[in-house]
């Protein structure tokens, strides 16, 4: 039996995550006690978009989160005015 659309998509995903996790995981925790000099380096971006990055997805994130939490509360209040 071949597998679905759905099962291909959530194997890519996975996959995906596990790729960005082993990197991210390499570049916070491996890179800083590999000597600058080794040509490592040229495969990841300055430390500091390692804590700038996830900072600001986390407060777009949060953002976001609000702002539907707002969106669902004004609409509802509308909805039991009606």
Known sequence: MSPGLDQVAGW???SFSGL????YT??????PFVDSD???HNF????????AG???AGVLALVLIFAFVI????SSKKTKKS
């Open 38 to 40: 080794q040509p490592i």
């Open 20 to 23: 960005v996790f082993t990197y």
């Open 12 to 14: 890519s995903l996975v």
């Open 44 to 51: 990841f971006l300055p430390r500091f978009y390692a804590i």
């Open 54 to 56: 996830p900072l600001f």
């Open 71 to 74: 969106y669902v509360n004004i």
């Open 26 to 31: 390499v570049w916070v925790i491996v890179l």
